[in-house]
């Protein structure tokens, strides 16, 4: 059993004596009092700022079998998933401390027989139309138009056509798919099903899922730590002696977004690591450039400061993964590097990270089209790429991770324009002493975030001049010649 932080069960009230035993807790408080103080920004005043929900088992993920140092009993723990706290903040639990209820949903998932084989759909001829009283988990019942639309779904289905069901809103949409699903289901085809659904809805899917059917149904997002145990924990059976099954999977409906999809599966993704229309439209370039010509230049970039860059292993590692060219019409899978949530170690007392590395300059035939000696004819600009070469990488990592993990699907909303009170990104909230100004606030954060991605490094004026931003509403719009010099546009004196 790995060893894993407390849970939110295991808190409890204490008095100001009790606390003095820890020398730093007059600090802890200090800061404590400055996050409650940031805090009722977000609260009302009858709002709780810890969540019930933190203490509720939403589903358990592994067992343990141990022995009670002090009296040689044999113990039982549970690893705990909490309801709205991800993946990586499980914990180990007591059995005595866990839902019953929960408990057994567990061993009913364990003792399911590993799937290798899928059953073919059914003939055409053999569907039959469901009936009014046809009833679901918790005697749910569809009403008459729903019955409607899964029974046209099934007839489609059957038929071997493609269709889109397209109800207005509050009709039920959901509820009519994950009923032809549990059709399905019922009819001996297990799936595994695979659901897209914007990020704002999957939470709606997830309890649809569970309210109407008894499939085995995960929601796959979260930071790489959380998809790592996903991954662990939830995708796929495991043998007598606890060896994962490849294509025994345990779940039978996965709930995920598009971006997830994208990011996180590399036989269905493409990585799009430059935004060329972008450059090029900013870029004051002296000859006609196409936007194949911008990402070499970028890769030849990226390779100059890979072969001067003397810094972490993981770094290295990152870069040349996402600058290899397609192998055969796939894109290379970014080892360990999805997440990217684990600080870069910084000098000598940085731990050293061992990282599966594929970095090899020298052997890689792609190296060639882009060698850098080839394409960079200005010696002072190599040297001063050479000096520079560990902050470009850095930079790279940091805007790979800030559109990766924290813009993701929201992307398309961004570069279109829409209000940043209107993205819907997940951000954490800094516990800060000092901040830039007396307005910052955690608008401002979220902007900020936004705007780095959307307009680029310390494009700082530009941000102050974007409306869809909060800055401008806050602070003012900034000097028209400052917005021009970041945009390297030319406008008259004056």
Not at 21 to 49: A, G
Not at 188 to 211: D, Q
Not at 365 to 384: A, C, G, M, T, V
Request: charged content about 30%; some cysteine.
């Amino acid at each position: 059993m790995s060893c894993v932080p407390s849970s939110y069960l295991h808190c409890e009230w204490a008095t100001i004596d009790q606390l003095e035993k820890d020398k730093r807790i007059h600090q802890k408080l200090k800061r404590f009092k400055t996050k409650m103080t940031q805090m009722r920004h977000f609260f009302h005043e009858d709002e709780e700022p810890f969540n019930p929900d933190y203490v509720e088992v939403d589903r358990i993920l592994d067992e343990s079998h141990s022995v009670d140092k002090d009296n040689g009993e044999p113990v039982v723990y549970y690893l705990v998933k909490w309801c709205s706290l991800p993946y990586e903040d499980s914990t180990w639990e007591l059995q005595e401390d866990v839902d019953e209820g929960k408990i057994g949903e567990f061993k009913r998932i364990q003792a399911r027989n590993p799937e290798l084989k899928r059953l073919p759909r059914p003939q055409a001829g053999s569907w039959q139309k469901l009936e009014l009283s046809h009833e679901y988990k918790n005697h749910n019942q569809l009403r008459e138009y729903q019955l409607e639309g899964v029974n046209w779904l099934l007839f489609n289905w059957y038929n071997r056509q493609n269709c889109i069901l397209a109800d207005e809103m509050g009709l039920g949409k959901t509820i009519q798919s994950i009923a032809f699903l549990q059709e399905v289901y019922k009819g001996g085809i297990h799936g595994p099903f695979l659901v897209i659904a914007p990020l704002s809805t999957i939470t709606n899917w997830e309890r649809e899922f569970n309210t109407w059917t008894e499939m085995n149904t995960i929601v796959y997002h979260g930071s790489l730590a959380s998809r790592q145990m996903i991954q662990q924990y939830e995708m796929y059976c495991k043998d007598p002696r606890g060896r994962l099954i490849p294509g025994a999977y345990k779940f039978d409906a996965l709930i995920t977004t598009f971006e997830m999809i994208l990011s996180d599966c590399p036989e269905l993704r493409e990585i799009e690591w430059g935004r060329w229309k972008e450059i090029l439209s900013h870029g004051r370039f002296k000859r006609r450039l196409l936007e194949r010509d911008v990402e070499t230049i970028c890769r030849a970039i990226l390779v100059y400061c890979l072969l001067h860059y003397r810094g972490d292993e993981t770094i290295k590692s990152f870069i040349w993964d996402l600058i290899s060219p397609l192998e055969n019409g796939k894109t290379k899978e970014l080892q360990n590097h999805s997440g990217l949530s684990i600080p870069v170690p910084r000098g000598r007392k940085g731990k050293k990270v061992k990282v599966q590395s594929s970095l090899d300059v020298h052997q890689a035939e792609w190296i060639r089209k882009y060698n850098p000696e080839n394409l960079f004819q200005d010696e002072s600009y190599k040297k001063h790429l050479k000096h520079q070469c560990n902050k470009v990488l850095l930079r790279v990592r940091m805007l790979y991770y800030l559109r990766q993990e924290v813009i993701g699907d929201q992307a398309e909303k961004v570069l279109a324009g829409a209000a940043a009170s209107d993205i819907d990104i997940w951000f954490p909230l800094v516990e800060q002493l000092e901040v830039p100004t007396t307005w910052w606030d955690a608008e401002a954060d979220k902007s900020l975030l936004i705007g780095v991605f959307k307009h680029g490094y310390e494009k700082y004026n530009t941000m102050r001049a974007d409306p869809a931003l909060c800055f401008l509403e806050k602070a003012g719009g900034p000097d028209e010649k400052a917005v021009a010099a970041e945009q390297r546009l030319d406008i008259a004196d004056g």
